[in-house]
């Protein structure tokens, strides 16, 4: 579900002070029911597990298209990265967060950080500097995850690239996202 900008940034998420220049481009909540305080680990390692964000069918085609494209353009060189078109935002990491493990190990994104209830990691191409944020949040049923996606466009490409994308993202990605997370969550909810 498509959450308002404040359900972030109302949040006292440390992100804030890593990334105050980006912007909040999408918040999307993921339903896990039955979750408690102690469970955002739990769901981390179940996710990573899965590989959940790039599923297939339609999404899982989209994501496909997407890599050819930045291949074809040059959006994924090497040269278009983090530590070469943009500094890591690991350089702006407070001591604190310096020193969390990052088990996650995402492809195409670079763990920044894990806290016992909030996850980021950063990609850095031709088109855009981006941050996906994951948050556990607690709600009236529980806890449920939350994610933002921030961005700081590469110039007018980037700003166009992130507007045509903007209904892939919103009418097919998420959703399936959406899809595919909540069943990894209940899956791994009812296994022993």
């Known amino acids: 579900m498509r959450l308002p900008e404040s359900a972030h940034t109302d949040q006292p998420w440390r992100i804030h002070e890593i990334a105050p220049d980006f912007d909040v481009e999408d918040i999307w909540k993921f339903r896990t029911p039955g979750a408690g305080p102690h469970d955002f680990p739990a769901l981390l390692a179940a996710l990573h597990a899965e590989r959940a964000s790039e599923s297939t069918g339609l999404s899982g085609l989209l994501f496909k298209a997407r890599w050819k494209l930045g291949e074809w353009f040059g959006w994924d060189r090497e040269d278009a990265g983090t530590g070469t078109r943009v500094p890591s935002l690991v350089d702006r990491l407070p001591t604190d967060l310096r020193n969390t493990p990052t088990p996650i190990e995402e492809s195409p994104l670079t763990s920044l950080y894990v806290l016992e209830n909030e996850y980021a990691a950063e990609i850095a191409n031709g088109t855009m500097h981006g941050i996906m944020h994951?948050?556990?949040?607690?709600?009236?049923?529980?806890?449920?995850l939350q994610m933002a996606v921030l961005v700081?466009?590469?110039?007018?490409?980037?700003?166009?690239?992130?507007?045509?994308?903007?209904?892939?993202?919103y009418g097919i990605v998420y959703p399936a996202m959406t899809r595919s997370w909540e069943r990894t969550w209940n899956n791994r909810a009812v296994t022993p």
């Open 152 to 169: 700081k466009p590469n110039g007018r490409l980037g700003r166009l690239y992130m507007a045509l994308i903007k209904p892939f993202r």
């Open 134 to 144: 994951l948050g556990w949040v607690p709600d009236p049923t529980g806890y449920h």
